[in-house]
């Protein structure tokens, strides 16, 4: 019992210490140039993404994160052999998934990285016998955690201070009304706990981020969580279109289309694409609002982490008592002091110039992380299991939470703006 307990422990900070020694390293000098994949035809693919500069940024990248996961097997005593060989494979189909989000045809329909590592990661795990070895050496939970702590580097207080009060304002009274109104929906539909935490914080905070913080720190189902991010990817694509044109039927000033796009639509990409249709201060005001409920993330996913678990043993038929203090240390998710900790890091202690110096290089690496994530969570689910009959009731919960996500923010950004 002693040695799992210790097993379980390690693996639970083994993520803090690698997230937190890659920013260490970035800040010490040691910065990992970002390689680019963006490209519109054949020729600018082979001469550009593949030239021999970008493939060596890919290389010293591929490197960092090899180094990083052969740490992570060596502290959680996993098979280092398998890992060897595995982890290869899975850079390579995160690769290829990099690339195709990168076609400029693919950018404008807002269709990130993380959909097609997921999709690439099915089609070869239904159409081939993957062997328990490969699938075993797999490290999903690893792979978005270290990414979670990156994405602390990027939510930065004195930015939304700086950018103005209305905007917080705004995040603030949507992030708590959509978030209890999808929570209380989901209850409403008979939809589990842990489906209806990832759902609510998709819709109320920011999207995909906000589902994989919510995942890590209610350790969820990443079936539940690759059907969450499915529904909010595609849900972007026809709100990012249609709500630039439903707000010049309206009338609205871009003040307002801005607050409100910012504030309803779950991707950054997709609210910086929208703002762009309507106007320049329109992106702007949009941009800031968005910025705003992604700096709540982490104030959010610590309070669902205390939450969850201080209330879990109720699901519990034997233990039905509260936890101790204790209990709550042990099993709350230690990612999320990591995150917390860079982001007070680079909110007060890290020089403008230094973060301007490195924050590129640890943007990058953050998105690296969560794509190799999806592609390793593709490649351990059976793609019938995401749709399900009984997947449907979370389909629902979503849309109508959305719908009343669109209203209220439309209603709140009319009022400040």
């Known amino acids: 019992m002693s040695a799992k307990k210790a097993i379980y422990f390690t693996e639970d900070w083994v993520v803090v210490i690698l997230g937190l020694a890659i920013v260490f390293l970035g800040l010490a000098g040691v910065i990992i140039p970002k390689p680019h994949y963006d490209w519109n035809s054949f020729n600018t693919l082979k001469s550009d993404v593949l030239s021999k500069d970008n493939l060596i940024k ?37 690769l290829l998934a990099l690339i195709i989000a990168g076609n400029s045809l693919v950018m404008e329909y807002n269709l990130e990285a993380v959909i097609f590592a997921l999709g690439i990661g099915l089609v070869i795990s239904n159409f081939f016998k993957l062997p328990t070895w490969f699938t075993a050496a797999l490290s999903t939970e690893l792979y978005v955690k270290i990414g979670l702590i ?115 639509i779950d991707t950054t990409g997709a609210v910086v694409a929208s703002g762009s249709l309507v106007g320049e201060e329109a992106l702007k005001i949009s941009t ?24 879990k043993p109720v699901d519990d038929e034997v233990q039905r008592e509260k936890p101790t203090l204790k209990v709550i240390w042990e099993r709350f998710p230690k990612f999320v002091l990591g995150f917390v900790f860079v982001s007070l890091l680079f909110s007060f202690f890290v020089s403008p110039e230094k973060n301007e110096m490195v924050k590129g290089s640890l943007k990058s690496l953050q998105s690296l992380w969560f794509v190799l994530a999806f592609t390793s969570i593709g490649l351990e689910t059976n793609f019938k299991e995401l749709f399900i009959h009984s997947n449907k009731k979370p389909l629902y919960a979503f849309v109508i939470a959305q719908t009343f996500n669109i209203i209220v923010t439309l209603i709140i950004a009319l009022l400040l703006f």
């Not at 994160?65 to 390579?92: D, E, H, Q, T």
Request: hydrophobic content about 55%; glycine content about 8%.
């Open 58 to 94: 890919i290389g010293q990248q591929f490197l960092l994160v090899y180094s990083a996961a052969i740490g992570g097997a060596l502290m959680l005593r996993k098979n280092l052999n398998a890992l060897l060989i595995v982890f290869p494979v899975v850079f390579i189909l995160t």
């Open 150 to 264: 990156l994405l602390g580097t990027t939510v930065i207080f004195g930015d939304i201070l700086k950018a103005g009060s209305l905007g917080l304002i705004q995040a603030l009274v949507v992030v708590i009304s959509v978030w209890y109104f999808a929570f209380w929906i989901c209850k409403k539909l008979k939809i589990d706990r842990e489906m209806s935490l990832m759902l609510s914080s998709a819709v109320s905070i920011c999207g995909v981020s906000a589902a994989i913080a919510t995942s890590g720190a209610i350790k969820g189902d990443n079936k539940k969580l690759s059907y969450v991010i499915s529904l909010v990817l595609i849900t972007a694509i026809p709100m990012m279109i249609f709500m630039p044109y439903m707000a010049e039927w309206m009338g609205l000033s871009q003040e307002v289309t801005g607050a409100w796009l910012g504030g309803s």
């Open 288 to 311: 800031i609002v968005k910025f705003s409920q992604n700096v709540l993330l982490g104030i959010a996913a610590f309070a669902i982490s205390i939450y969850w678990t201080y209330t």
